[in-house]
């Protein structure tokens, strides 16, 4: 009979780890506190209600590797149209239009930034592939603007190029975002040259098709996706407890501001819901 595990936090972190688990031949069972599993990939109805809008994802750039790899297992990889060549759309407040692509002239020719600017932000963009990890991490006190400027970028260039891309991925302009969250997403984003920086669209929103693809094939394979379950995490200080757990091991995914202090008494082969439900676990 295969091991029990269970993974607490149904967002993209946690479903990839429940996969890992159940194609190395675990039974695992993903708990997830809210209706559904997908975390902060989720989508909303617009005000009028005719169409979902995806929260969170919004597209997938070629460099995901490990997310286009987990559409393939869970065999969604269909619903994402890969651009077979980078091209970003720039609407202007008249209405104008530009694209950015791959070659050279797309960006030499961008009008929605001065020639100084396209300069300055070329040269960003260089600057920005050769970040170091060590690097990035010393950023952390600075905003994504105040780097930005530090690598000599001006006012107009961070509102009409920078700020394009830092606000959509970190849900944060860039006078308030963390310029070492910035830095890696821009540097992962564009730091790898043009091609693995090709979009890949989804054509249903995300959030109303990767949470039940993710409970189907846990359920195929013997385990399920729970939702509307909040564990009461055990592990001292936030920590969580990687030791094996009666017949289940405990794989914990949530933010830490969500772990809980353990209760006394422990969770046993099973754990207590928020609302006192026990949930046990075989195997
Ligand atoms: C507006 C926005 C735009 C984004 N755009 C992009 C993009 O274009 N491209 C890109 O690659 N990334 C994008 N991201 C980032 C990406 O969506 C996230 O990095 C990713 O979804 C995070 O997944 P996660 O599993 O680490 O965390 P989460 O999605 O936060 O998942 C954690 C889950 O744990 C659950 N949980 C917490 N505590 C408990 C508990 N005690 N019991 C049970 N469940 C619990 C939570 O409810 C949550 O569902 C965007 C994010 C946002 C917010």
Redesign the pocket.
Known sequence: MPSSALV???????IAAACDLADAGWRVTL????RRL????ASFPDPEGTVELD??????IEA?RE?YALFGRLGVGDRVRRQPRLSIPFLGPDGRRADLGESAWSFLSFRFLSFGDRWRVARGIGAIGRLKDAEIARLDNLTAREWLEDIGQSPEAIARFWEMFVC??L?EPCERASAALAARVLRDAMGRGPAESRFGLFTVPLGTFLGEAAARWLGERGGEGRTR?????AGSRGRAPDAPVGSARWIV???PR?ARAPRRGGPGTGWRSRCGRRVGLGG
């Open positions: 607490v936090g149904g967002g993209l972190a946690g708990l997830e506190r809210r997908g975390g902060m990939v929260n969170g994802e919004h597209i997938a995901c997310l959509p991925a849900n379950e909040c564990a009461v995490v995914r949530p933010p969500n």
